[in-house]
């Protein structure tokens, strides 16, 4: 099995969708079963896409509009639009009323496609439901075509006497129309999308910019994108034994999206991604593993697709090196994956554990720098990428070697003493911002996760009486992180907090020329507060907020300050007021900083 399709079922309330699937995926049909309205469900069916090869769609059962204008329900169901592949759309011939539900349906999936901004529209099909009559009725064909006509879509009559088989014909054309269309977008395919995705124009001055840099010559360096925590695709096949619900996948015939797959963060389905992407840790080794039957990779290692958009799906919110790639290919002529590369990794590792992936990044550079004539390479790295670049830098290549193959190093968002926000994830969660997700669902993975470990405050930044976590019992700092763990009931995350902090501990310099540009001024979480005992650790805490990028601590952000002095390479600085964490990496000012850059 390959990637779940995810396909939205939605119509009129009472018009038979629930009735639809229960007879679909479990051939029950019972019309003295009593009704009882539907407000979301899932159901998971099995189709032949190939002779002996299956795969599974993931039905989202959504609660019916009572009418044309019942733009609330409409509301309620949108959290879904951007997470799934098709729709199908259900409606009675015989009710006008459940026409008019679906062009009100039809008209909020337009809305969302030109919000989406690709040139690949979703696909839906048309259900002309009927529940006791048989399909071979010709009255109501007139109303049909029209629908048809009307919707440019595949429009199937079913009843719920026909056979199985009718029944499954129009989601089974559904999936193969999707499938097809997915399997069929090339390399090239997938770029054209993302310049789609991001209007370069609308967000930067590049006259301004172009203006200012008039006169000089271009020196076009190759550029080497390193992602921060959570900066790149990641993908997994599974060949599990067990899982936490039903519809969640246990073997998959080839690797599918992990991250970031929004379609797997909603409700319920989040307990499948999380049993898949957290890790074990090996005590004989002091290192972590992926779980029993699950193979996790990094795709596309010197191109830019997973680093660019973290959703396969283009979802514009996933946005992340896509913009500073966008510039450099739309106004400077560089080509992806020749003078633009991307370096991507499995975050949820320490750079302890990333020998491999330093021994590729090492070769990706010379490589890079022997495509492009021998021009040294420009190194850009965002959040978490930063020490770990770091880390390779001082421990991986020598100066000979930097002096050869690098021109400067660009650090974006560094946290350079880890950050504070740390200390909620670690003892009670954090759910990124996306509300349908809680945090306790996510816990699990995120303790899990060494490089959550590595990143949490070092005590050369804040000092011993700095209260980063408080409960009516005990205050805890960076001097009793031991004691914690131990009262979060977490003793491993000691372990790994031990195996990590010291790993860019004393901060030696790159040595190589260095830029650091840094959001300033936005409310950043410094401190949390447990009101009642009984609310730690798996209830929210209060946060104290301080100066930062809304993620990374402005004390952290400052720890280049410690070099200046120490290198004879360069160190220039670019506070960046108001620049959020991750949008720091569309910022104009970050965009003009790298561009003039280039221009020497």
């Excluded at 019942?70 to 879904?80: A, G, K, P, V, Y």
């Excluded at 193979?295 to 959703?311: K, M």
């Excluded at 720098?369 to 850009?380: G, H």
């Amino acid at each position: 099995m390959g990637k779940t399709l995810k396909i939205l079922v939605c119509g009129k309330k009472s018009i038979g969708k629930t009735a639809l699937l229960e007879q679909l995926v479990y051939n029950n049909f019972n019309t003295k079963q009593k009704y009882f309205p539907t407000i979301e469900d899932i159901y998971v069916a099995c189709w032949e896409k190939d002779k002996g090869v299956k795969e599974k769609i993931r039905l989202y059962d959504t609660k019916g509009m009572e009418n044309s204008r019942d733009n609330e329900t409409i509301s309620q169901m949108r959290h879904l639009f951007p997470l799934i592949d098709g729709i199908v759309l259900v409606f009675s011939s015989n009710d006008p009323d459940s026409i008019q539900c679906i062009e009100k349906l039809k008209s909020e999936i337009e809305k969302l496609n030109r919000e989406r901004r690709t040139r690949e529209p979703f696909h839906f099909v048309l259900i002309d439901y009927t529940a006791l009559t048989s399909s071979t009725e010709q009255s109501k064909d007139n109303v049909r075509a029209d629908v048809q006509n009307k919707f440019k879509a595949q429009c199937y009559e079913i009843s719920s006497l026909d056979k199985r088989d009718l029944l499954c014909k129009p989601f089974i054309d559904l999936a193969q129309l999707i499938t097809q269309i997915t399997e069929s977008r090339t390399y090239q395919d997938r770029v054209d999308i993302y310049q789609q995705l991001y209007n370069i124009d609308k967000e930067i001055d590049f006259g301004k910019i172009f203006t200012k840099v008039k006169g000089k010559s271009l020196t076009k360096y190759p550029i080497v994108l390193i992602p921060g925590y959570g900066g790149n695709q990641l993908h997994a096949r599974l060949n599990k034994t067990s899982a936490p619900h039903y519809f969640c996948q246990l073997k998959t015939s080839d690797f599918f999206e992990l991250w970031l797959n929004l379609q797997e963060i909603t409700p319920y389905v989040i307990d499948c991604f999380i049993d898949n992407i957290r890790l074990e840790w090996t005590e004989r080794t002091k290192t972590s593993t992926n779980r029993e039957g699950v193979d996790i990779r990094v795709n596309d290692f010197g191109g830019t697709t997973t680093v660019e958009y973290l959703d396969d799906s283009k979802y514009s919110v996933t946005i992340y090196f896509g913009a500073i790639v966008d510039a450099l290919v739309k106004k400077l002529n560089y080509t992806r994956g020749l003078n633009v590369r991307g370096a991507p990794y499995d975050w949820r590792k320490s750079p302890n554990e990333l020998t491999e992936y330093y021994k590729n990044l090492t070769m990706l550079v010379e490589e890079t720098y022997e495509m492009n004539n021998k021009t040294r390479v420009m190194l850009v790295a965002h959040s978490m990428g930063n020490p770990v670049t770091l880390y390779w830098l001082n421990n991986f290549v020598t100066q000979a070697w930097k002096n050869k193959y690098i021109q400067n190093f660009v650090s974006l968002s560094a946290p350079w003493g880890g950050a504070s926000k740390t200390m909620r994830l670690m003892a009670s969660g954090d759910n990124i911002d996306i509300i349908v997700v809680k945090p306790l669902s996510v816990r699990a993975y995120q303790r899990s996760a060494p490089s959550t470990a590595f990143l949490m405050p070092s005590n050369k930044f804040w000092s011993d009486d700095e209260i980063l976590v408080s409960t009516p019992s005990k205050n805890y700092t960076v001097n009793n992180y031991e004691e914690f763990f131990s009262d979060i009931g977490y003793q491993l995350g000691y372990e790994m907090r031990k195996i990590t902090e010291k790993l860019i501990y004393y901060l030696e310099p790159p040595q190589v020329e260095s830029h650091f540009l840094y959001g300033v001024g936005l409310k950043t979480p410094e401190s949390f507060t447990y009101l009642k005992q009984k609310d730690f650790p798996d209830s929210q805490p209060a946060v104290t907020y301080g100066d930062g990028d809304g993620t990374v601590n402005l004390k952290s952000l400052l720890g280049y300050q410690r070099w200046m002095g120490q290198t004879k390479f360069g160190i220039y600085f670019q506070e960046v007021p108001g620049a959020e964490h991750v949008a720091t990496l569309k910022h104009p000012t970050v965009i003009e900083y790298i561009i003039q850059l280039l221009y020497n």
